[in-house]
């Protein structure tokens, strides 16, 4: 069956991967809606189907031909094929090789493409297929409609792209080199935000750290200066960023952090590997010694920071004794959430091709491992919270009636009971600590 060539009236974008993705895909949707196009109810085949694919690590072309076919399959027994448009990091990455092994597919379009995606949907509709992997990035961001109500919590790409050139990784290839969106254009965004009804914001950047600009007195400023900026925007409460990178860490984003109140005392800095063997493999151009020094000058600023980082096993040629200090750099940091990963060989990039390329056993062996030192330190982290008082921005209903969830400061999973609702700050007394959540007391009604 032909896909139907008829404009789609209803969309559904699945995004998989990174937070930079769920920011794309929730850029796409407003495309989409300037054009008159729905999403699609729950439970509902939608007309136009978005894969909004992540490709930094597994199998992730293979995931992406599997669920077209699965959209084909239901397509054939719905009697209506919906129109499939590919995006994100494997569309860049495959978009040729998407175009040539899945007729199904109608649109590929990358990450810094996808503000074409309007007059791509014209060419689908004459039953043609569009291919767009071009990164003109900010001129991206120029053509994207103004931003719609969400929920109290959003993102805001202020930088993208990476020339850091990790061996490990694909994203220098994927989303192509560093850029900072303007100043102005980000100040505009964050107010729209918020009119729109968001008390958060997460800028978000692959080295969002690197960001720099000219603010509205034509000063250089860096990340830090940005978020002095937005802290001055009324009926905003919170500010997060991430991802860092150690070496893009300057003097006045870490005085940030003891200086603007609306800064959440959070940072994401992922070191991925404790051994500097190991890390200059990997190309990370900076140390264990010289990422735990930055670490400490974090916690002079801001003494209650909770720390979160990136880890990586099995690293071509890693030994028990390498791998043995990403241990201890769990343990000498403490961090208060981590995410690790099976090192996983991309395509094209300097690592895939290393000698030691490490067993499937081993890396899994020492995965477990590693995630239960991050475990343990992540449940001491919410037990040394008991006690504390703090605001929980709520997210949504918990599991009973008049249960509500939503975050501390500290970015742990904070649920209690009342009579609240989503978006409200609600100050209450840490009660009781899980490994993954906390239970608050409401202190004052
Ligand atoms: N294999 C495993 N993990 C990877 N990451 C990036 N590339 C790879 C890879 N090839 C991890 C890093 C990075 C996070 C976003 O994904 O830890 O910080
Ligand atoms: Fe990938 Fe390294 Fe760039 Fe992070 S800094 S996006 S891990 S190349």
Not at 295 to 324: H, K, N, Q, Y
Not at 332 to 342: D, H, T
Not at 373 to 380: L, N
Request: proline share 6%; glycine share 8%.
């Amino acid at each position: 069956m032909k896909p139907t060539t008829a404009p789609p009236q209803t969309y559904r974008v699945k995004s998989f991967g990174c937070q930079m993705n769920v920011y794309d895909g929730e850029r796409m949707g407003e495309l989409l809606a300037e054009r008159g196009i729905t999403p699609a109810p729950e439970g509902e085949e939608a007309d136009l189907v978005i894969l909004n694919t992540c490709h930094i690590r597994e199998k992730a072309a293979e995931k992406v031909y599997s669920d077209i076919g699965r959209l084909v399959k239901a397509g054939a027994e719905a009697g209506k094929q919906p129109l499939i448009a590919v995006a994100g990091c494997v569309a860049q990455a495959e978009g040729e090789e998407i175009m040539a092994r899945a007729p199904a597919v109608s649109i590929v379009v990358g990450p810094q493409a996808y503000h074409r995606l309007p007059e791509m949907l014209d060419k689908a509709a004459l039953g043609e297929r569009a291919t767009d992997t071009d990164m003109p990035a900010i001129a991206k961001f120029d053509a994207l409609p103004a931003r719609r109500k969400r929920g109290p919590s959003a993102f805001l790409t202020v930088q993208e792209g990476c020339d850091k050139f990790c061996t490990y990784c694909v994203v220098p290839y994927t989303r192509g080199a560093e850029i900072s969106r303007p100043f102005s254009h980000l100040v505009a965004e964050a107010r729209k935000l918020v009119e729109a009804g968001a008390k958060e914001i997460t800028l978000l950047g692959q080295n969002v750290n690197a960001w720099a600009g000219e603010d509205d007195n034509g000063r250089r400023v860096g990340l830090g200066g940005l978020i002095r900026t937005l802290a001055g925007i009324d009926g905003l409460a919170r500010i997060r960023y991430t991802t860092s990178h150690p070496n893009d860490m300057d003097d006045d984003l870490i005085a940030a952090h003891g200086e603007v109140a609306k800064l959440m005392p959070y940072l994401h800095l992922p070191v991925q590997a404790g051994n500097d063997r190991i890390l200059k493999a990997m190309n990370r151009q900076h140390t264990a010694e010289s990422y735990l020094r930055l670490i400490e000058r974090f916690r002079a600023m801001r003494p209650d920071i909770a720390l979160s980082g990136d880890f990586i096993v099995g690293f071509p040629g890693e030994t028990e004794a390498e791998f043995a200090d990403t241990l201890s750099i769990v343990d000498e940091v403490r961090y208060a959430a981590c995410f690790s990963f099976k090192y996983s060989p991309r395509p094209g990039t300097p690592a895939a091709t290393m000698d030691g390329q490490i067993a499937p056993e081993v890396m899994d062996e020492r995965l477990q491992r590693l995630q239960q030192r991050i475990g343990h330190h992540q449940y001491a982290f919410n037990q040394a919270s008991v006690g504390k008082r703090c605001d929980v921005l709520v997210e949504r209903t918990g599991r009973h009636p008049g249960q509500w969830l939503g975050k501390s400061p500290w970015l742990q999973s904070v649920w209690f009971e009342g009579d609240y609702a989503v978006g409200d700050l609600v100050e209450v007394k840490l009660a009781e600590a899980g490994p993954n959540s906390l239970r608050g007391l409401v202190t004052h009604v």
